[in-house]
C-alpha cells in the first residue's frame, strides 16, 4: 500500500518508497487525520458537497477515459470510486496511512506529503484534490511542482479552505483568551496569485460558502475534531485542553442563527490546465 506498489504507476513515482519522513508539524496533522480517520466520512458533510461542486468542474472529453488521475490528499478514498467511474485509473494519496487504509475501494495507494511530491516531471494528467490543500506548508510551491509533474495539457481541480473559514468558532473561543485556535487560512486572492505565478490557466475560479449546522456549539465545536482538522498554529495555540469552565464559555459566546450553530467553511474552487507545448 505505500510503496506506490501498483506496477503501472511506478513510471510516475520517483522512489519507491513514497513513505517520506516529514517533520514534526506534518506528523501532528498526520496523526489528528489518522485519529479521526474511522469517523471522518460520517462528519464530512461540508467535503463532501465541496466534492460535488468540483467532480461537476471536470472537462469530459474522448480522451478522458484514457487519463490517470492522482487524487491528492484522498483521505479514506471517499471520492475515489466517483473518479474511477472517469478516469481510466485512479492514485490515492495522503500523508496518513490510517486515512488510506479505512477503505474498501480498490485502488493504488501512496502515504506520501503533498509538499514533497513523489511523482516525476511530466507524469501527471489530472490531480483531483478536495479539502485537502490548505494543509499544505507552502501552496506557492506546491503549486509549481503540481504544474511541473503535469504533463503539457495536464489538469487540476482544487479545492481549498480560505480566510474567513470557520469564523463563528473564532468569535466563540475569542471570549476566552487570545490564542489561536483555528488555522490561519491563505486569502483567496493568494491562492490566485500563486496559480498564476506556476504558470497555470485558470478555466474556472470560484468562492463558495458551505455550512455545516449542528443543534449545540458544543456540537459544533467538536466537528472540527470529528474531521481531524484542530488548529496547528503552535506558536499561538493555547496550551493544555479545556477546563468545563472554559468550555462553559466558549459555548456561550458561540454565535446562533436561529438557535442553530453554523460552521462555515470558505472554499476556493478551481479548474487549472498546464499549457499544452
Ligand atoms: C479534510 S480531508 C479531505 C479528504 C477527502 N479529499 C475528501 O474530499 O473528503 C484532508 C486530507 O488531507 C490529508 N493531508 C493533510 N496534509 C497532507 C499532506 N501534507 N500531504 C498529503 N495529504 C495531506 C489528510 O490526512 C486528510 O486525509
Known sequence: MINAQAANT?????????????NSLKQ??????????????THAHVQKQAAIDLIKLIELDASTKHKHCVDLGAGPLVNTEELQGIYKQVIAMDLSLTMLKNSAVTAPRICADMD???????SIDVVFSN??????????????????ALKPGGQAYISTVVEGSLHEIKTA?????????INNFLSSDNINQSVKKAGFIVNNA?????????????????????????????????PGLLTKSALQKVCAAYPL?????????????????KAKI
Not at 514533497?116 to 511530466?122: D, G, H, I, R
Not at 507552502?138 to 509549481?144: A, R, S, T, V, W
Not at 442563527?257 to 490546465?273: D, K, R
Open 257 to 273: 442563527i436561529n438557535n442553530q450553530a453554523h460552521v462555515s467553511y470558505h472554499v476556493v474552487l478551481l479548474s487549472l490546465e
Open 116 to 122: 514533497n511530491l513523489p511523482f516525476q516531471q511530466n
Open 206 to 238: 470560484a468562492e463558495v460558502i458551505y455550512t455545516d449546522e449542528f443543534t449545540s456549539p458544543l456540537k459544533a465545536i467538536s466537528s472540527i475534531k470529528a474531521i481531524g482538522a484542530t488548529s496547528q498554529n503552535k506558536a499561538t495555540q493555547r
Open 10 to 22: 511506478n513510471s510516475r513515482i520517483k522512489s519507491p518508497l513514497a513513505c517520506l519522513a516529514v
Open 173 to 181: 473561543f475569542a471570549a476566552l483568551d487570545s490564542h489561536s485556535h
Open 28 to 41: 501532528v496533522t498526520q496523526r489528528r487525520f489518522s485519529t479521526a480517520a474511522n469517523q471522518y466520512v
Open 131 to 148: 479539502f485537502a490543500m490548505q494543509w499544505s506548508a507552502n501552496f506557492e510551491m506546491l503549486m509549481h511542482s503540481l504544474y511541473s
